[in-house]
């Protein structure tokens, strides 16, 4: 009987914390499926078009004008064979490479030497410093200014200089790195200091190394700026030797019968769209290689930067 | 005085800034002065300041056209969409995000959704041009297949503000969930704790802990947004709307039309173009300053600046 009651105080005593629990089990279950299911069939949403393109720029042009396929059919390279014999994908190819890495070098540079400043305590002005920058964001200076300023008073018609100046600086991208390194303790400031070391080469040598996630970040998001930009080139450039890869694939795309455009000499029988879709492979591809590596330092860089910033 | 003692003493510091205080001097200050073209008659020989005055003259051209009204709802009609949709999207992806356990899954899923954000406008454009081409398109051949009748999408205006949302969330959902979920990973386990402890369930724990602690972010986000509600995005529109004037009934936004003014033959195409990106100019100023004061008075800690 003592026992028994034991047992029964026993069980109770573990049962009453227990029958919430198991409530509390099904409805984290319930949002738990709900989350898989969603993200699983937003993320292959997400995935299908790419997935679509690639496995499109590989089919052989007899299977490709009856749709896309979800499953390879028929394999082929001539699309690529035709695209690559042409000289233009190497132009735009070059021009593409070209102000990605200088563009991207140059802005990261400038902008993370103003934000250092913008953000430095000794600097009695860097509040107006942030402001002379906002403005710019309330008050943007319209398409006339802008297309007066590069092609008119700078002269940079058919220059790369149009593709590569507009770019060089991103208000949101300095205030993300202004707000990163005003996390930085600032005593790491002023022991160098007390070490009589010089203001370029704290920054240079004490605070990149430590800033690496922003700059990760900065660094990914001018490339991809530079990278995907055709609005400069829609605007100013009209030399074919100097359309970036973008332009390029706008051309083959608002234009299709005219694949010469690609100064290709090779007869192969092609399409349009699958030259368009080896154009777009070959457009995207170094992004997608590249953004994996670095999702785990843009997500970081852009949480210290942006969560109450 | 203070200032040059100010500047002196720290000349290293402000050396570092000057490059982009000229550069933004040049690229952004400059170019504003071309706002005042809006007032003028401008003959590209003369410069701004040897073109003649016009006064209003172009303004009233801009407001009496038939235009105006309706690129401007259009601009203002899409904007409140796309923030609409992006902002629940996201909102429901980072949540979501948020209760997947299986560290490979999350990482796998969460690289997919912000796939779309690194890629160009221009492959966006290829893909929709494919998808929902007159009958061969993906979208035309699924419905044959399923037995309804096809639909020609570039002659139909009336969808293009959706499907412009759907490509929006497309494109930019999974990325704008990026700061929503950086937020709520920092928020403390204590308060679900306790509302475990009081027999809370998972998606009580979301809706009273969860989405009142986003609150502030959701706020920012969203009057960023607002404060750019008289901007259209070119990119978006003019890539996959590009010139058909089929379509400009429903989509085309002031940027397109400011785009196309200047690109007319028209003699006075640049004094056109500048009135209407006067005023757009100064209706953004006017939209952030009053979100800004309209925040401030509701929730201080939310405002912008």
Same mark, same amino acid.
């Given at each position: 009987m003592a026992s028994n009651q034991t047992r029964l105080l026993e069980n109770s005593a573990r049962s009453k914390p227990m029958r919430p629990a198991k409530q509390r089990d099904m409805s984290q279950l319930a949002v738990s499926a709900v989350a898989y299911i969603f993200i699983g069939a937003f993320s292959l949403l997400c995935f299908i078009p790419f997935w679509l393109i690639y496995i499109g720029s590989f089919t052989a042009e007899s299977q490709i004008v009856q749709g896309f396929r979800m499953f390879p059919t028929e394999f082929s390279l001539d699309a690529y064979r035709f695209l690559l014999q042409g000289s233009q994908v190497y132009q735009s190819g070059f021009v593409s490479v070209f102000i990605t890495v200088v563009g991207t070098s140059g802005a990261v540079l400038l902008t993370s030497m103003f934000a250092y400043a913008a953000a430095h305590? @000794?600097?009695?002005y860097r509040y107006v410093l942030s402001f002379y920058i906002y403005f710019t964001m309330l008050f943007p200076p319209g398409l006339v200014g802008y297309y007066l300023l590069i *092609?008119?008073?700078? *002269? =940079?018609?058919? *220059? =790369?200089l149009a593709l590569l100046? /507009? =770019? =060089?600086?991103?208000a949101f991208n300095s205030f993300l790195m202004t707000s990163y390194f005003r996390t930085l303790p600032f005593e790491l400031n002023e022991a160098a200091t007390v070490d009589g070391a010089h203001e370029l080469y704290i920054f240079f040598r004490i605070i990149w190394p430590i800033s690496m996630p922003v700059i990760a970040t900065i660094t990914l998001f001018y490339a991809l700026t530079y990278w995907n930009d055709w609005f400069n080139a829609l605007m100013f450039i009209d030399d074919p030797h100097r359309h970036p890869l973008q332009m390029m694939l706008r051309r083959i795309i608002s234009n299709?019968?005219?694949?010469?455009y690609l100064n290709t000499n090779v007869n192969i029988p092609v399409s349009a769209t699958g030259v368009q879709l080896s154009t777009v492979v070959i457009t995207i591809g170094p992004i997608i290689f590249l953004y994996p590596f670095l999702q785990k330092y843009f997500i970081k860089g852009l949480t210290i930067g942006a969560v109450k910033g | 005085m203070g200032i040059w003692r100010e500047l002196r003493k720290n000349r290293w510091l402000y050396a570092m800034s000057l490059p982009v205080v000229l550069y933004v001097f040049i690229f952004s200050y400059v170019p504003? $002065?071309? @706002?005042l073209l809006a007032f003028k008659q401008f003959i590209p020989a003369k410069g701004i300041w040897g073109s003649k005055w016009t006064g209003l003259d172009n303004l009233t051209f801009f407001f009496t056209g038939p235009d105006w009204l309706g690129v401007t709802m259009n601009t203002v009609y899409l904007n409140l969409l796309f923030i609409a949709a992006g902002t629940a999207c996201s909102l429901c992806i980072a949540l979501l995000l948020n209760e997947i356990r299986r560290a490979y899954f999350k990482k796998v899923t969460q690289s997919l959704v912000i796939l /779309? @954000? %690194? +890629?160009?406008i221009m492959v966006v454009n290829l893909m929709v041009l494919n998808f929902f081409? #007159?009958?061969? #398109?993906m979208i035309n051949r699924l419905i044959d297949r399923i037995g309804f009748e096809p639909v020609n999408w570039f002659q139909t205006p009336a969808v293009w503000p959706y499907l412009l949302t759907i490509i929006f969330v497309w494109k930019g959902a999974g990325w704008g969930s990026i700061i929503y979920l950086a937020t709520l990973t920092g928020f403390s386990e204590e308060y679900y704790e306790s509302a475990r402890i009081d027999g809370a369930k998972r998606w009580q724990q979301i809706r009273f802990i969860t989405l009142p602690l986003l609150r502030p972010t959701i706020i920012v986000l969203t009057l960023l947004g607002l404060g750019r +509600? %008289?901007? #259209?995005d070119f990119g978006l529109i003019y890539g996959i +709307? #590009?010139?058909?004037?089929?379509?400009? @009934?429903s989509t085309d936004v002031i940027d397109t039309y400011t785009y196309r003014s200047l690109r007319s $033959?028209?003699?006075?195409s640049y004094s056109n173009a500048a009135a209407v990106a006067l005023f757009q100019s100064v209706m953004g100023l006017i939209t952030i300053l009053f979100f800004n004061w309209f925040v401030r008075r509701v929730d201080n800690d939310s405002k912008l600046f």
């Amino acid at each position: 009987m003592a026992s028994n009651q034991t047992r029964l105080l026993e069980n109770s005593a573990r049962s009453k914390p227990m029958r919430p629990a198991k409530q509390r089990d099904m409805s984290q279950l319930a949002v738990s499926a709900v989350a898989y299911i969603f993200i699983g069939a937003f993320s292959l949403l997400c995935f299908i078009p790419f997935w679509l393109i690639y496995i499109g720029s590989f089919t052989a042009e007899s299977q490709i004008v009856q749709g896309f396929r979800m499953f390879p059919t028929e394999f082929s390279l001539d699309a690529y064979r035709f695209l690559l014999q042409g000289s233009q994908v190497y132009q735009s190819g070059f021009v593409s490479v070209f102000i990605t890495v200088v563009g991207t070098s140059g802005a990261v540079l400038l902008t993370s030497m103003f934000a250092y400043a913008a953000a430095h305590p @000794h600097v009695k002005y860097r509040y107006v410093l942030s402001f002379y920058i906002y403005f710019t964001m309330l008050f943007p200076p319209g398409l006339v200014g802008y297309y007066l300023l590069i *092609s008119n008073w700078l *002269s =940079l018609r058919d *220059s =790369l200089l149009a593709l590569l100046l /507009p =770019l =060089l600086f991103s208000a949101f991208n300095s205030f993300l790195m202004t707000s990163y390194f005003r996390t930085l303790p600032f005593e790491l400031n002023e022991a160098a200091t007390v070490d009589g070391a010089h203001e370029l080469y704290i920054f240079f040598r004490i605070i990149w190394p430590i800033s690496m996630p922003v700059i990760a970040t900065i660094t990914l998001f001018y490339a991809l700026t530079y990278w995907n930009d055709w609005f400069n080139a829609l605007m100013f450039i009209d030399d074919p030797h100097r359309h970036p890869l973008q332009m390029m694939l706008r051309r083959i795309i608002s234009n299709s019968q005219n694949l010469n455009y690609l100064n290709t000499n090779v007869n192969i029988p092609v399409s349009a769209t699958g030259v368009q879709l080896s154009t777009v492979v070959i457009t995207i591809g170094p992004i997608i290689f590249l953004y994996p590596f670095l999702q785990k330092y843009f997500i970081k860089g852009l949480t210290i930067g942006a969560v109450k910033g | 005085m203070g200032i040059w003692r100010e500047l002196r003493k720290n000349r290293w510091l402000y050396a570092m800034s000057l490059p982009v205080v000229l550069y933004v001097f040049i690229f952004s200050y400059v170019p504003m $002065t071309a @706002h005042l073209l809006a007032f003028k008659q401008f003959i590209p020989a003369k410069g701004i300041w040897g073109s003649k005055w016009t006064g209003l003259d172009n303004l009233t051209f801009f407001f009496t056209g038939p235009d105006w009204l309706g690129v401007t709802m259009n601009t203002v009609y899409l904007n409140l969409l796309f923030i609409a949709a992006g902002t629940a999207c996201s909102l429901c992806i980072a949540l979501l995000l948020n209760e997947i356990r299986r560290a490979y899954f999350k990482k796998v899923t969460q690289s997919l959704v912000i796939l /779309p @954000h %690194f +890629i160009s406008i221009m492959v966006v454009n290829l893909m929709v041009l494919n998808f929902f081409n #007159g009958q061969d #398109g993906m979208i035309n051949r699924l419905i044959d297949r399923i037995g309804f009748e096809p639909v020609n999408w570039f002659q139909t205006p009336a969808v293009w503000p959706y499907l412009l949302t759907i490509i929006f969330v497309w494109k930019g959902a999974g990325w704008g969930s990026i700061i929503y979920l950086a937020t709520l990973t920092g928020f403390s386990e204590e308060y679900y704790e306790s509302a475990r402890i009081d027999g809370a369930k998972r998606w009580q724990q979301i809706r009273f802990i969860t989405l009142p602690l986003l609150r502030p972010t959701i706020i920012v986000l969203t009057l960023l947004g607002l404060g750019r +509600i %008289f901007y #259209g995005d070119f990119g978006l529109i003019y890539g996959i +709307i #590009g010139d058909n004037s089929l379509l400009f @009934h429903s989509t085309d936004v002031i940027d397109t039309y400011t785009y196309r003014s200047l690109r007319s $033959t028209n003699m006075n195409s640049y004094s056109n173009a500048a009135a209407v990106a006067l005023f757009q100019s100064v209706m953004g100023l006017i939209t952030i300053l009053f979100f800004n004061w309209f925040v401030r008075r509701v929730d201080n800690d939310s405002k912008l600046f």
